[in-house]
Nanobody
Framework: QVQLVESGGGLVQAGGSLRLSCAAS????????MGWYRQAPGKQRELVAI???????NYADSVKGRFTIFRDNGKNTVYLQMNSLKPEDTAVYYC??????????????WGQGTQVTVSS
């Protein structure tokens, strides 16, 4: 079982910045990937950014060049640095961790979500 604790959401004006943090209860070396998803009212949850165990990263087209995902292995924490925020970035942001059992079963774990609101 992996527990994820998020922090860092809030209210910011358009053009501003926020940094989200996600602390895992296990060594992130044990995880296949960690990522950030978001869900706006009336919309489906979507992938924002993901960092794979080997270090490669992928981003949604809508956030490329503005958001950066990175990790601190010593703190078992993944961060999402969000710059040049836009009102359309407003959503609840969820941290996700993907783990794989020895038998090859994939497990997904989710944080509780943190609200990000960008005012125009």
């Amino acid at each position: 079982q992996v527990q994820l604790v998020e922090s860092g959401g809030g209210l910011v004006q358009a053009g501003g910045s926020l940094r989200l943090s996600c602390a895992a209860s296990v060594s992130i070396f044990r995880l296949n990937a960690m990522g950030w998803y978001r869900q706006a009212p009336g919309k489906q949850r979507e992938l924002v950014a993901i960092i794979i165990s080997g270090g490669s990263r992928n981003y949604a087209d809508s956030v490329k060049g503005r958001f950066t995902i990175f990790r601190d292995n010593g703190k078992n924490t993944v961060y999402l640095q969000m710059n040049s925020l836009k009102p359309e970035d407003t959503a609840v942001y969820y941290c996700n961790a993907e783990a794989m059992s020895a038998s090859g079963t994939r497990y997904d774990y989710w944080g509780q979500g943190t609200q990000v609101t960008v005012s125009s």
